[in-house]
């Protein structure tokens, strides 16, 4: 690790065992330090996130209704997965611009196999899947072994991967998948039941406590200052009134989707995998610094391997959910705006276009972004030429927070 990394953590763990001692006042004004310091979280994104759904619902009152609602988190379950494995790749400072390619090949080698073929609902999942695990061990291997760009490798695969997919659906150009098909119910008409969705929010909060609890006792038998449970008890009761409130709202219409719940699972996990394990501790390391990972004996190699196999594997499973959810693989799957709206989304959910920054819940965040807007544009009927206007606005604003955040970041350090 670097001097400046140690400083960080040094100064990190100072602000924790204040923070652990503070009262109200106290912690809103470190809160208050820290963004000054340039360490904004998702403060912007939050923010932009009210500013957006706000003035949407002053142009149309239908924008915040429980149909409307359920409908966005439906359309940000397929793109968010293919973000989430951006948001993989740009932790290490690099790029793929073929998700959106992979994602349609994946979605031609399911119809293929499932319709054409008449394979196992099963096994043609797995043949897509493995598809897009193999592109990125490809993207790993030819980065590693001979020091090509991500930028050029990824676009390379944009185009042949595009190709592919064309080969892959034939002269036909589109297959239908039957609406019968357990993978079209699993991505339109499956919903939990009311008393299953409370169940589902009361145990996730239930497992959000317990996992405080236990970081706050492993630091107290380190001798180290942690949470109290009082801090813990406000937080997840915080949160379980959130999710409470959130889905009574969407039971309204329709309720939870189980596609956007297995969306959510996946961030959830892969935010546990990124925080609590060694290679997840290694990505944020070798997007931090590259030498000075590769000092502390770890792999760089395999990181870069791994971490372009998964982001096209989410690409794969995006591009399949993104099929099902409209009963068919064409030639416009994985086209026009998924790419970009994938990239977009990592982005302006908070991770650094620089490395090393960022989280899985960027790829939820992002996305309820772009999808909010995309949303209350079509209610009033605007172009869906504003849509990429607006959206490259909000890009566009999100690097700039970025990139001063990381200015401020490095002149409170070399302070």
């Given at each position: 690790m670097s001097v400046g990394g140690e400083e960080r953590t040094i100064r990190d763990a100072g602000d924790d065992s204040l923070l652990s001692r503070a009262g109200i006042g106290d912690r809103f004004s470190m809160f208050l330090a820290r963004i000054r310091g340039g360490d904004l979280g998702a403060v912007p994104v939050v923010l932009g996130i009210v500013v957006i759904w706000t003035v949407f619902q002053i142009l149309n009152p239908v924008f915040l209704s429980s149909e409307n609602l359920v409908n966005l988190t439906m359309q940000c379950a397929a793109i968010g997965t293919i973000a989430l494995g951006v948001v993989l790749v740009l932790l290490l400072g690099e790029i793929d611009l073929s998700v959106g390619s992979v994602s349609g090949l994946a979605a031609a080698v399911l119809a293929v196999t499932f319709v054409q073929m008449q394979w196992h609902l099963a096994i043609a999942l797995v043949a897509a899947i493995a598809i897009g695990c193999l592109v990125g061990l490809l993207y790993g291997f030819l980065f590693t072994r001979f020091g090509l760009p991500s930028f050029v490798i990824t676009l390379a695969g944009l185009l042949g991967f595009a190709g592919l997919q064309l080969w892959v659906l034939g002269e036909t150009g589109s297959i239908a998948i039957p609406f019968d098909s357990w993978i079209v119910e699993f991505a339109q008409q499956m919903f939990l039941?009311?008393?299953?969705?409370?169940?589902?929010?009361?145990?996730?909060?239930?497992?959000?406590?317990?996992?405080?609890?236990?970081?706050?006792?492993?630091?107290?038998?380190?001798?180290?200052?942690s949470q109290s449970y009082l801090q813990i008890a406000l937080r997840s009761a915080a949160l379980l009134a959130f999710l409470l409130v959130a889905t009574w709202y969407?039971?309204?219409?329709?309720?939870?989707?189980?596609?956007?719940?297995?969306f959510l699972a996946l961030v959830v996990m892969m935010n546990t995998v990124l925080t609590r394990?060694?290679?997840?501790?290694?990505?944020?390391?070798?997007?931090?610094?590259?030498?000075?990972?590769r000092r502390a004996g770890i792999r760089v190699n395999r990181i870069y391997l791994s971490v372009f196999a998964l982001c096209s594997t989410?690409?794969?499973?995006?591009?399949?959910?993104a099929a099902a959810r409209l009963a068919s693989a064409n030639q416009s799957s994985g086209t026009g705006d998924v790419n970009l709206n994938a990239i977009a989304a990592a982005v302006i959910g908070g991770t650094s276009l620089f490395g090393g920054r960022g989280s899985a819940f960027s790829a939820l965040i992002g996305i309820v972004v772009?999808?909010?807007?995309?949303?209350?544009?079509?209610?009033?009927?605007?172009?869906?030429?504003?849509q990429f206007m607006v959206t490259g606005v909000v890009l566009v604003l999100a690097v700039i927070v970025d990139s001063i955040s990381r200015r401020t970041r490095a002149a409170s350090g070399r302070a």
């Open positions: 039941p009311a008393w299953a969705s409370y169940v589902v929010a009361v145990l996730s909060v239930g497992a959000y406590a317990w996992s405080l609890v236990r970081r706050a006792r492993r630091r107290a038998a380190a001798a180290l200052d969407l039971n309204l219409y329709r309720g939870v989707g189980v596609m956007f719940l297995f394990t060694r290679w997840g501790r290694a990505v944020y390391a070798v997007g931090g610094s590259v030498e000075a990972a989410f690409a794969a499973v995006g591009g399949i959910l772009i999808q909010s807007i995309s949303s209350g544009l079509t209610l009033l009927n605007l172009d869906s030429s504003v």
